[in-house]
Each structure stands twice: as structure tokens, then as C-alpha cells.
């Protein structure tokens, strides 16, 4: 089983809201990502979590809150956006392992900023 | 660094025809090579893998890729379209070992499949 599970599927906010999306999965994994991916491009990485730990953060603004409470879950808590923050929020989970790079994606969160 | 570069941002074909996506990688550490799938307002899906060994990788829905180190390629291929097979496809890099641990994404090529 390789699924990663990511709620809600939808999600409209105004620039004053605060929401968090939820990221799930049950392999076991230690690493797990947020990504950004605007219309017709690939995705662009925000966060890393390796073992509960930030690892990586790709200047993304403060407005980005990301929380890794356990080694299944990921979050990422949402604050005063702005309508260009509108996007397709994917979460991903790797092994951790050296030599163990495949990430799996989760089917994303599509987010409209008003 | 690693870079990918996807020739062809738009790849048209008939149902029935052979899919070919073309992924050139450049990577300062041996890479490991990734296509993904992603369906109209879904997520990304895996479709196959090179990390070590045979060159030749099969994927899912009769995909296949080959990797050639000498000319730095990774092309996916598909003997035969079917309609199902329209979608984005991106092409990722990885460098293997260490704590090289991000994807590098091309910018993707979208497949039509015409009937």
C-alpha cells in the first residue's frame, strides 16, 4: 500500500481565514514534503520534515505554518493568504532511508484564496 | 545540482500510436530518475523508476523507460496509445545516496491522445 491521504479535497478561504490542511500515511515513512503547484506547472517544494523535524524550509512565507505532531501525520496551518497562494497543495512521503528516494504523492488540496 | 529538461511541452498522438516523452537529466552525483503521471485535478502518480541495475525499467499501464547514461536520457515510451493515457507527465531527478533527499521536477509534457 503506498496511499497518502490529504484533507479536505477543497478549500476556499478569505485573505482573514485561518484553515490547515491535513497530510496522512500509514508506511511507515520518516520523511514526508509539502509542495506548491500552480496550473500547468510542476510542483515547487515548501517543506521538508525528516524524522518530526523541519529539515528543509524553501523561504516560503511565514503565512505557512507547517506542524509534524507524529511521524504519520503532517499539517500545514494556513494564515492570512493572499489570492497568488491559490494553488494545488500536495503532500508527499519518502522512507528516509539512504538509497530509498521514491516520494509518494497524496491527491492534493485544492485551495482558492478570495 | 541536477536539472531535467522535457523536450515538448505538448505531445499529440493518435489511439494506437507509439508515445514517446523525452526527459534529458544532468546530475553531479549518479542520478536516480523518475516518471510521474498526474490526471486532471488529481495528485502525482508514480509510473516507473530507474535507481541502479537494469536500464531498462518497466512501469505501470504498459509504460516503459529506458536509461542511457551516455547521452544523459531517460525516455518514456508506450507501444500504443489508449485514451486513457492523456495526462501530464513529469520527468524527476534525484541524486542518490547521501542526504540528497529532493526531486527535481521538468516542466512537464502534456499528452493528448486523439481518436
Known amino acids: 500500500d503506498t496511499e497518502v491521504t490529504q484533507t479536505p479535497k477543497h478549500l476556499v478561504m478569505g485573505m482573514t481565514n485561518k484553515k490547515s490542511l491535513k497530510c496522512e500515511q500509514h508506511m511507515g515513512h520518516r520523511a514526508m514534503y509539502w509542495y506548491k503547484q500552480k496550473a500547468k506547472k510542476p510542483p515547487e517544494l515548501m517543506f521538508v520534515?525528516?524524522?518530526?523535524?523541519?529539515?528543509i524550509n524553501e523561504s516560503v512565507p511565514s503565512r505557512f505554518s507547517p506542524e509534524c505532531p507524529n511521524s504519520s501525520l503532517l499539517n500545514l496551518h494556513l494564515h492570512a493568504l493572499q489570492p497568488e497562494d491559490s494553488a494545488l497543495y500536495l503532500c508527499?512521503?519518502?522512507?528516509?532511508?539512504?538509497?530509498?528516494?521514491?516520494?509518494?504523492f497524496g491527491p492534493g488540496t485544492r485551495l482558492l484564496v478570495l | 545540482a541536477q536539472s531535467v529538461t522535457q523536450l515538448g511541452s505538448h505531445v499529440s498522438v493518435s489511439e494506437g500510436a507509439l508515445v514517446l516523452l523525452r526527459c534529458n537529466y544532468s546530475s553531479s552525483v549518479p542520478p536516480y530518475l523518475f516518471w510521474y503521471v498526474q490526471y486532471p485535478n488529481q495528485g502525482l502518480q508514480l509510473l516507473l523508476k530507474y535507481t541502479t541495475g537494469a536500464t531498462l525499467v518497466k512501469g505501470i499501464n504498459g509504460f516503459e523507460a529506458e536509461f542511457k547514461k551516455s547521452e544523459t536520457s531517460f525516455h518514456l515510451t508506450k507501444p500504443s496509445a489508449h485514451m486513457s493515457d492523456a495526462a501530464e507527465y513529469f520527468c524527476?531527478?534525484?541524486?542518490?545516496?547521501?542526504?540528497?533527499?529532493?526531486?527535481?521536477f521538468g516542466k512537464g509534457t502534456l499528452l493528448t491522445v486523439n481518436p
Open positions: 524527476a531527478v534525484s541524486g542518490s545516496g547521501g542526504s540528497n533527499y529532493k526531486l527535481t
Open positions: 520534515y525528516s524524522y518530526e523535524k523541519l529539515s
Open positions: 508527499a512521503s519518502r522512507k528516509g532511508l539512504a538509497g530509498e528516494e521514491t516520494q509518494y
